[in-house]
T-cell receptor, first 117, second 113 residues
C-alpha cells in the first residue's frame, strides 16, 4: 500500500515563474491537506480539500496560490509568479473518510522543496 | 482557534538517558487527538505517538511515552534510553478529527554520544 506520494521532491524556479506541486493521497483516503514549512519553523496549515471541494483554505495566501483536488488524479498546489519568500518545503498529508477508522492521524508525503532564485 | 506551544526550541540529552519534551495547547473542545511527530534530517514526518483525549491512560510506544494532563492542557513526550537515531525535530500537534492538525513550532532534540 503506497504512502502519500509527492512530486517533484525538489523544484527550482525563477522569480515570476509558476510552480506546480502534486500530491497523490494514500489509497482509500479522501481528505488532503497542504502544509508549508519555512526553514527552522513548524508546519503551517494552508488548505484542506476533499474530492472536487475546497473545505478550508484559511491558511492560503489570498493571491497567487491555489489548490485543487479533482475527481481523477492528484491534488495540485499551484503558485503563480513565485517570489523568494515562497521558498519552503510544502507537505501534503492525507487521511481516510470519517467513520472508516479515522484516528485523526495525518499521513504525510516526503514533501516538495521549492527554491525560488 | 486551537494553538499549540512548544517552549523548548532545543534540548540535548546524553545517549541512553531520558529526556522530556514539553507541549501545551489551547482548545475549547472536549474530544480531540494529540500527536507527537518526528522529523529527521530527511524531513519526512513520522508519527511517534498518538493520544485520544477521552482516554485517561497515557499512551506508550516502546521507549516513547506521554504525560497527558487534560485539565492542564499539557502533553509532554518522554523518550527513555535515548538513541542516536532519536535526533530530530519533534513536533507536537493537536487534531480534532477530519479538520487536519495544528502544529507547534518544534523542539530540536540533540543526542550526545
Amino acid at each position: 500500500n503506497a504512502g502519500v506520494m509527492q512530486n517533484p521532491r525538489h523544484l527550482v524556479r525563477r522569480r515570476g515563474q509558476e510552480a506546480r506541486l502534486r500530491c497523490s493521497p494514500m489509497k482509500g483516503h479522501s481528505h488532503v491537506y497542504w502544509y508549508r514549512q519555512l526553514p527552522e519553523e513548524g508546519l503551517k496549515f494552508m488548505v484542506y480539500l476533499q474530492k472536487e471541494n475546497i473545505i478550508d483554505e484559511s491558511g492560503m495566501p489570498k493571491e497567487r496560490f491555489s489548490a485543487e483536488f479533482p475527481k481523477e488524479g492528484p491534488s495540485i498546489l499551484r503558485i503563480q509568479q513565485v517570489v523568494r519568500g515562497d521558498s519552503a518545503a510544502y507537505f501534503c498529508a492525507s487521511s481516510p473518510r470519517m467513520g472508516t477508522g479515522n484516528t485523526g492521524e495525518l499521513f504525510f508525503g516526503e514533501g516538495s522543496r521549492l527554491t525560488v532564485l | 482557534a486551537q494553538t499549540v506551544t512548544q517552549s523548548q526550541p532545543e534540548m540535548s540529552v546524553q545517549e541512553a538517558e531520558t529526556v522530556t519534551l514539553s507541549c501545551t495547547y489551547d482548545t475549547s473542545e472536549s474530544d480531540y487527538y494529540l500527536f507527537w511527530y518526528k522529523q529527521p534530517p530527511s524531513r519526512q514526518m513520522i508519527l511517534v505517538i498518538r493520544q485520544e483525549a477521552y482516554k485517561q491512560q497515557n499512551a506508550t510506544e516502546n521507549r516513547f511515552s506521554v504525560n497527558f494532563q487534560k485539565a492542564a492542557k499539557s502533553f509532554s513526550l518522554k523518550i527513555s534510553d535515548s538513541q542516536l537515531g532519536d535526533a530530530a525535530m519533534y513536533f507536537c500537534a493537536y487534531g480534532g478529527g477530519a479538520d487536519g492538525l495544528t502544529f507547534g513550532k518544534g523542539t530540536h532534540l540533540i543526542i550526545q554520544p
